[in-house]
């Protein structure tokens, strides 16, 4: 089992910057992929970012270019650096983990809001 807790979310302006932080506990070995979803009111969950243990990052391609996720495997936590905020990355943003047996594992969630 692995547990996920994350922080950083809140309320920003447009334009604006967060920064998300899960940090993972349990049987961190097993841990492959960490990465960030959202889901939006009345919207299905979407991947933002994951990374996995060597780096190697994906994006969605509605924030190439302004979220970057990172991975501190030392601290076992994941980052996701959110500059460039805009109102459509509203959401609830959840922490993700993909174990080597294909387990996947989820954070309670953290809600963003970009709003003026």
């Known amino acids: 089992q692995v547990q996920l807790v994350e922080s950083g979310g809140g309320l920003v302006q447009p334009g604006g910057s967060l920064r998300l932080s899960c940090a993972a506990s349990?049987?961190?070995?097993?841990?492959?992929?960490m990465g960030w979803y959202r889901q939006a009111p009345g919207k299905e969950r979407e991947l933002v970012a994951r990374i996995t243990p060597g780096g190697s990052t994906d994006y969605a391609d509605s924030v190439k270019g302004r979220f970057t996720i990172s991975r501190d495997n030392a601290k076992n936590t994941v980052y996701l650096q959110m500059n460039s905020l805009k109102p459509e990355d509203t959401a609830v943003y959840y922490c993700n983990v993909l174990s080597y047996s294909v387990m996947n594992y989820w954070g309670k969630g953290t809600r963003v809001t970009v709003s003026s």
């Open positions: 349990g049987s961190i070995f097993s841990i492959n992929y």
